[in-house]
């Protein structure tokens, strides 16, 4: 049985659905939205190793590629870039102090050669000997000297030291460098052939629903 019903109260009935219609279609948008948009911490505050095992431990793979989300790809990628940036500069700052040290030790060593060379000269000259003003015998020229030299012998062992374990920071920074970059590549091709697997996948389902 069937009810006819005014033209104006149909025109009111579709305007009503569409309504209805549109409103649902906003709230599953804000929805969808909403759930992608959410972010776990671990990938704002862990380290980028405890980001990666999350990301391990809670994607799924599917024929040996693993899927993950958009905006958490992102956000890891941004993360990896962001270490790899703050590690070139401490690179950079490590080459900076390297430098200076160099040069410290150079200049130590010009002082030390020209002390060395200043001692053989005095151990020629006279028992005695005058040191601004005053007089002195040999025996404790050779002591203050001898004290000179030892302690540039020691600041050059200690300069010598720090280079040496900025150089090894340097040394392990690099390797870290690289090894971050071989991931990201890694990641990155793992990443594009499982879009372009699943792409196709789903291409070849929608192709079978239409009857293709």
Known sequence: ????????????????????????????????????????????????????KYIEEHTRIYETYRAIREDMFQKLNKNISDTLLSSSKKIVLLNNKTSILNHTIDSLNSTLATTKTSLDDITRTKNSIKILGIEANKGAYNAIMWTVIAGLIAMLAIGFLIFKRNLSGIISTNQELRELKDELEAYKKTTREAREKMSMSHFNELKKLRGE
């Open 1 to 52: 049985m069937f009810f006819l019903l005014p033209k104006p109260m149909k025109e009111m009935y579709h305007l009503q659905s569409r309504f209805l219609l549109i409103i649902s279609m906003l709230l599953i948008a804000f929805s969808n939205a909403y759930s992608q948009t959410e972010m776990p911490d671990v990938l704002n505050k862990n380290t980028l190793k405890e980001q990666m």
